[in-house]
């Protein structure tokens, strides 16, 4: 049968069990090196104005040894702590501990006349020091639920928005390209020749637009661990030379050079042929956005993997003679919506989707990119992923279930949509004391006793 918990404790009542006339709570955490005061009550349950009266050298003491202390001043000022004269009062100190992590310091005074504080005294008061600091970590541990519950609502939230924006931007885009390309050529057999590159330039505005619509769903389906491969046998070489060819309008604007460092046969690969095209077009574009009247190089082997296990591996690497890019921004170029610098973003644009796909794309083919650049010397980008993929490697999927195969989107209500849990680095953190602080303001402790 379970044990009722028994009626909160006030801290006025404290004070009375243990003999005290003040009680004093003290709470901080373990990265700061400052405990501050959230709540003090005399005998009867009335608010005091403050640490008025209560040794702070013995708050520290407490706080450094996290040890209970005993001590008494003296009428006369001749008693000392550390060196610092103790008020004339007998006191007594806890620290609120769980484990390693320390919360805070509960402190009671009495005056001179009642007698020091007893070994029971000390015992009784760090028992109910015991039990609030493991109240205080349930609250913390209660709070992280409520805030990764809130988190998970919001990317489903997010990825729903996300998905129905998609199609509902995708649809007239659609149609705005279809039109601008019968334009076209009604104007080329009219020979309306000054109004193509007006029509031309609605395509490439709508086409554009077009990929960062998809790139947005790509990351709603990968975050929601719905990012599926399609694998099938395809000719490398056509797929690398439909991306060069793709590409090289880009690279001619920056008046760069482009070298093609692979053979003529490449063989065939297993894979998702859409992802490696979107993966090495990506990594061409944007060699060449941040490149200008410098190299690219496009280079594509096929090489034993370390181990005889990991079969052969396709390697994809494009290097570039461009700006490049510090260790501190190799470390975010990753992220969703990063970039390496905000110079970068104005100067140069985009939405800082491209690598964070392009990587997710690759370790979902069981593969990886790998960077190496030098600020103002360029950058290297290397992909490996396995030459061919089996059946099982197609079905493995993250925390979401596969896709309805009726949603061509995979990302069904959005309900098993992803998250990254943030956890505090203490939990004995400034929100967690400012919630017992709350509770403990009103003179109760948020604990059966």
């Known amino acids: 049968m379970p044990r009722k918990s028994s009626k909160p404790l006030a801290l006025h009542e404290v004070v009375r069990i243990v003999g005290a006339e003040h009680a004093y709570l003290f709470l901080g955490s373990e990265r700061s090196a400052q405990l501050t005061l959230r709540s003090a009550r005399d005998a009867e349950g009335q608010e005091l104005p403050g640490a008025i009266g209560c040794s702070m050298v013995a708050v520290e003491r407490v706080r450094m040894s996290r040890e209970t202390l005993a ?57 109910i ?37 998609s199609h509902e931007l995708r649809t007239p885009l659609t149609a705005i390209i279809g039109y601008s390309e019968l334009l076209e050529e009604e104007f080329q057999d009219r020979g309306d020749t000054p109004y193509i590159p007006d029509v031309q330039r609605i395509q490439s505005a709508a086409k554009h637009l077009l990929s960062l ?32 060819l793709g590409v090289l309008p880009l690279l001619e604007r920056g008046h760069n050079r482009f070298v093609r460092s692979y053979p003529a046969d490449l063989g065939v690969v297993r894979l998702d042929k859409m992802k490696v095209r979107q993966v090495l077009l990506n990594l061409l574009s944007n060699a060449a956005k941040f490149t200008s009247r410098g190299q690219i ?39 969703e919506y990063a970039q390496g610098s905000a110079a970068t973003t104005r100067r140069y644009g985009g939405t800082g989707l491209g690598l964070a796909i392009s990587r997710s794309f690759c370790q979902r083919m069981l593969g990886d990119i790998e960077v190496a650049s030098s600020l103002g010397e360029g950058s290297i980008f290397t992909v490996r992923v396995p030459a061919s993929l089996g059946p099982q490697d197609a ?12 949603d061509p989107d995979g990302l069904g209500d959005a309900g098993m949509s992803r998250t990254s849990e943030v956890v505090p680095d203490d939990p004995a953190d400034e929100e967690t004391a400012e919630d017992a602080g709350n509770s403990l303001r009103s003179g109760i402790f948020p604990w059966p006793v």
């Open 297 to 335: 190089e496009l280079e594509v082997v096929r090489e034993p993997g370390e181990r005889p296990e990991d079969g052969e591996q396709l390697v994809l690497r494009v290097s570039d003679t461009g700006i490049g890019m510090s260790a501190e921004q190799i470390k975010r170029i990753f992220e």
């Open 395 to 406: 079905q493995e999927q993250g925390p979401g279930d596969p896709g309805d195969p009726g």
């Open 213 to 244: 619509i998809n790139n947005m769903l790509d990351l709603s389906k990968i975050e929601a661990g719905k990012m599926e491969l399609y694998l099938e046998e395809f000719a490398l070489h056509e797929v690398v030379e439909e991306v060069v």
């Open 129 to 165: 020091a015991d039990h609030l600091a493991l109240a205080l970590e349930t609250a913390h541990t209660e709070r992280l639920a409520r805030s990764h519950e809130a988190a998970l609502d919001a990317n489903r939230a997010k990825s729903t928005f996300i998905a129905h924006m």
């Open 71 to 127: 001590a008494s001043g003296a009428a006369d000022g001749t008693a000392e702590l550390d060196g610092v004269p103790l008020p004339p009062r007998h006191l007594l100190a806890a620290p609120l501990l769980l484990g390693h992590r320390l919360f805070g310091v509960l402190y009671l005074d009495r005056g001179l006349a009642r007698g020091p504080f007893s070994e029971g005294d000390v015992e009784i008061l760090t028992a």
